[in-house]
């Protein structure tokens, strides 16, 4: 049931926040780079500038590094439980390894690598800029555009190349705490639901709507309560959504 409705998740720290931001980029990047068209080459670009500039702020390295440790840590003590698939545990337990080796060998900061490459420092120069990228602002910029397909995936695929630990990193520490997840199946009364924590901590909250409600979730919590209320989608034209009397959803907290 859960693949046919629509998540929403919201993080409860920052660190998480710039984790499913870079997660999300990678995504595009990596779509985008494998197209044909210069356009999703150049929306390519653009990614990959977002992505530098969300890494600007923080140590992304180090607490990568920090959580891969904390799941090892908590996966390690599972090791000859009965009730656990061993096999799987260490399939889990090689990938936090390997992880880990993979992101130590990184000597460059992501926020840092641009500035390594001539063209990427002069294209960057310039993308903050509103049409800042006409042929006539970078040249070599309309010239590498208009290289053949294969050309520029080359190059894509060499200035992507080290973001990969970073992107393997994260898509397995997100995969790991989603495995985590409490769900439940609970309803919003006249749009509002609220739950008594009790004091339990997540990391990541999970919202699961039936896309069809066109329901809109806003959160808000703290240690004891947690508050979802929802809205109609409004995209400036048509009918908004009436909220329903009663409406189901799907609940899930996640935390190692």
């Known amino acids: 049931m859960t693949e046919t409705l629509l998540r929403y998740e919201f993080p409860s720290n920052e660190k998480l926040r710039t984790f499913l931001r870079l997660a999300d980029l990678f995504k595009q990047l990596t779509w985008f780079a494998q197209q044909e068209n210069s356009n999703d080459h150049r929306a390519a670009i653009i990614k990959y500038f977002e992505i530098q500039e969300v890494t600007t702020r923080g140590d992304q390295k180090n607490d ?3 959580e891969l440790a904390r799941f090892r840590s908590c996966l390690e003590p599972l090791a000859n439980n ?3 698939d061993q096999e799987s545990l ?3 337990l090689d990938k936090l390894q390997a992880s880990r080796a993979e992101l130590s060998c990184v000597g460059v900061r992501i926020s840092h690598l641009s500035s390594q490459n001539e063209f990427l ?3 960057g120069q310039r993308s903050g800029i509103p049409a800042g990228t006409c042929e006539f602002d970078v040249p070599v ?3 590498w555009l208009h290289l053949s397909a294969e050309e520029r995936k080359h190059y894509l695929n060499e200035w992507i190349k080290p973001l990969l630990p970073y992107s393997n990193a994260i898509d397995l520490i997100l995969n790991l705490l989603r495995g985590t997840a409490e769900l439940n199946d609970v309803e919003a009364i006249k749009g509002s ?3 008594d924590l009790q004091g339990k901590t997540f990391t990541l909250l999970q919202v699961f709507v039936d896309p069809k409600l066109n329901m809109i979730p806003k959160i808000s919590a703290n240690r004891y309560l947690l508050s979802v209320r929802f809205s109609g989608a409004n995209f400036g034209s048509g009918p908004i959504a009436e909220i329903p009397e009663v409406m189901p ?3 899930g907290l996640c935390n190692m």
Request: charged share 30%; no cysteine.
């Open 64 to 66: 990568l590094l920090h």
């Open 249 to 251: 959803f799907r609940l």
């Open 193 to 195: 639901y609220q739950k």
């Open 82 to 84: 009965d009730n656990v």
């Open 90 to 92: 260490k399939e889990t």
């Open 121 to 123: 420092k002069t294209v």
């Open 141 to 143: 910029y309309h010239h």
